[in-house]
């Protein structure tokens, strides 16, 4: 027997009609391959790909078994369940176009139409040419998950973390990204977070003078006490503002937990910012407020400059805080408020009027920003490892209710918004 030579060339359109005559006039696979040059087995993928799947009448016919008769009620949870098979169907032509007992078969059914399956093959190819390990379908898919959550101001990472149907890694979907694989879909460049990166500026800035109130609190001593104390946490200080007039946030980032809380202050002076930890201290309770404030670093801004007034509650005149400052101009030394300062700037740009923000928008801000999952706690959101942190045997629900005196809530993952619009009434200068 001859072997049957062939061109290597992907079927046309016109050979794809001649596999549906074949097909209906009831040829196999074989003889169907010589008719149009082509080997069998190119002829059977090209039919097992691309043709079209009718299910049988299930209310009618609810099982297929070949048992069913013996057993009755018959189910495919059956350990014995057997569909009956179809040789014409499975082997070949391999669909049922115009098959001689269609109108009393009750078989799940398969029918080759060659127009539908070039249409298909077409757009397979254009997918195959993108570069990429999806088809058209799967592209819009997940455009449909990624568009809404990135116009709230979610990242990739923070999106994936909540859809484990997600299969692509991040470099993957920012490379899709930035090849424009989404860009009918309205996703581009723009629509992904800002990536910011903090430049070291070394020797930049003249040594200022150091006041006399930062002896013992400078950041060596800092080290020195974390040396001798490691057991205890490091709350970070800072202060966010878009006008120098104000007004101004007060935040206090929690190490370990990654929880960020802030509040409004209209004056940019020690005694508001002080004023703060009496408010947080009567709240708590004095035994909360030192789990929680019992070391404060923050950075050598006039408004945190007495150090009295932080330390020591003024009412009672009760040591409350041991505190600390970085060394002048070297915020690195408090990474961590500061890189979470940029959620803060997704939903309050510099250029926006805060003039009209009030404590409750704070509150709800960083609620969405605390139920936002972080890489760098393994998919976790800051409220999350809190709650988890702060439980006890006792009072397994202990960090929920601390949140809730802090006025944090936790946002579901896909309701997380981190754009300005979340703070409705704020309006662009």
Known sequence: MSKQTCDNKHLTLDERKI???????????????????????????EIKKHRTFKPRNQFIYPSICIHRQECGGCKKRCPRYEEIKCNKRDRSPG????????????????????????????????????????????VKELAGILKPLLDQGQSLYQIKSSHKEIKQCIKTLYNYIEMGVFKNYGIDNFSLKEQVNRKQFNNKY?????????????YKDY?????????????????????????????????????IIGFIHGNKTSESMSKTLENL?????????????????????????KVDLFEFNQNTGEFRTNFFYCDAYRSSQKPHVENTHNYIRDIIPNEIDISNI????????????????????????????????????????????????????????????????????????
Do not use: W
């Open 358 to 429: 009030t404590q409750n928008d704070l509150d709800l801000m960083f609620s969405h920003i605390n139920s936002t999952p972080r890489n760098s706690l393994k998919g976790k959101t800051p409220y999350e490892i809190f709650c988890f942190m702060m439980s006890t045997f006792d009072n397994p629900e202990r960090g929920k209710e601390i949140l809730n005196l802090l006025n944090i809530k936790e946002i579901k993952r896909d309701e997380v918004v981190l754009k300005p619009y979340l703070l409705k009434h704020n309006k662009n200068k």
């Open 19 to 45: 596999i549906q005559i074949g097909i209906e006039n009831r040829s196999n696979k074989v003889d169907i391959a010589k008719t149009i040059g082509k080997d069998p087995t190119t002829v059977a993928k």
């Open 223 to 259: 080290l020195k006490f974390k040396e001798n104390n490691p057991e205890v946490p490091t709350t970070e200080m800072d202060t966010v503002l878009n006008s120098q007039s104000g007004p101004y946030i007060q935040t206090f980032y929690f190490e370990g937990s990654g929880i």
């Open 281 to 305: 201290e009567n709240k708590l309770g004095h035994d909360l407020y030192r789990e929680l404030f019992s070391l404060i670093l923050t950075d050598r801004g006039v408004e945190f400059e």
């Open 206 to 218: 003249k040594k200022r003078k150091e006041p006399a109130n930062y002896e013992n609190h400078k």
């Open 95 to 138: 669909a049922c176009n115009k098959c001689p007992k269609m109108a009393t078969c009750h078989l799940d059914k398969y029918f080759y139409y060659a127009t539908t399956a070039d249409k298909d093959y077409k757009s397979d190819l254009v997918d195959f040419r993108q570069g990429i390990n999806m088809t058209t379908l799967e």
